[in-house]
């Protein structure tokens, strides 16, 4: 149970809709088990109220928040300094609030990286195939390339979001080791090619979540190879239509959950410089 005291640092998530999210309930249920003396409470914020909103927290001295959609973005633009991961995605998620300077990082990228080794899949090193060139797949982009992923090819469709995501391609190839390319998505040979040569497939889009569970990017059988690994950001459904696909072939894939539960440890850890109890946290909300 949290005690509310003069103390108590306060936390929190700006977004809106919030009333979904279950990050109140994890970081509270941590807080306490570390006997931490900390709050984090849900803000239904809209995109013009913002800035008054951050500028509130900051004036209270609130200790950092979350940013959920819609506000990713604008937080970048209104934190005061951010992380490497953050510059290059032009997105923050977490705020760290020390003496009224906001520090901007996104913590998406790292949760999927340490859901990927926790579901005993180690990234670095590896080539992926990555669908989708989006919010969360910018995100795990960045991370990945940071993390030593060898080569990644982006498959996006040429809309509007294509000439922003080849502009982080070229900024990745300048700043890190990875070899990034990018790819029209509705090339199927390429595409097919890609998954073939690659030992990582990961949806970063929302195809195949709930309520459309029977659709899916993917729609030859034969790219699923024995040494693939799959991995879909949605977690609702748990087990997606690509998810199924892949298994059917024998290749082992796992869902976005506890990429949502990583990046949460992630934020936990600037706020605090604790380690959140993630198996405390995985038994009591992700099973």
């Known amino acids: 149970m949290i005690h509310i005291t003069g103390h108590t640092k306060l936390t929190g998530l700006l977004g809106s809709p919030v009333a979904h999210s279950i990050s109140p309930m994890m970081h509270n249920e941590a807080f306490s088990a570390l006997d931490l003396d900390y709050v984090y409470l849900a803000f239904d914020v809209s995109p013009q109220e913002l800035p008054q909103a951050v500028e509130g927290l900051k004036a209270m001295g609130a200790r950092g928040f979350n940013l959920t959609m819609p506000h990713k973005n604008a937080m970048a633009k ?27 990082y996104t913590t998406d990228g790292i949760g999927y990286m340490r859901a990927a080794e926790a579901a005993g899949f180690p990234l670095p090193g590896k080539v992926m195939t990555l669908l989708g060139a989006g919010g969360a797949a910018t995100a795990i982009l ?41 790819h029209d998505l509705d090339d199927t040979d390429d595409l097919c090619d890609s998954i073939l040569s690659s030992q990582v497939l990961t949806n970063s889009t929302n195809v195949g979540m709930a309520p459309n569970e029977d659709t899916c990017l993917i729609g030859d059988l034969s790219v699923f190879h024995k040494d693939l690994v799959v991995s879909d950001i949605i977690y609702n459904p748990r087990e997606t239509k690509l998810m199924a696909m892949a298994k059917s072939q024998g290749c082992p894939a796992f869902n976005g959950l506890y990429m949502l539960l990583y990046q949460g440890a992630e934020s936990f850890r600037l706020w605090t410089g604790r380690d959140m109890p993630v198996e405390l946290i995985r038994e009591k909300y992700f099973t």
């Open 78 to 104: 209104l934190a005061d300094q951010l992380s490497p991961a953050a510059a290059l995605c032009g997105a923050v998620n977490t705020i760290v609030n020390d003496n009224g300077i906001l520090t901007g």
């Open 142 to 182: 960045v991370q990945a390339a940071l993390d030593g992923v060898s080569e990644i090819r982006v498959f996006n469709r040429k809309s509007p979001t294509y000439e922003k995501a080849q502009a982080l391609v070229e900024k990745l190839n300048e700043k890190t080791d990875c070899h990034v390319t990018l």
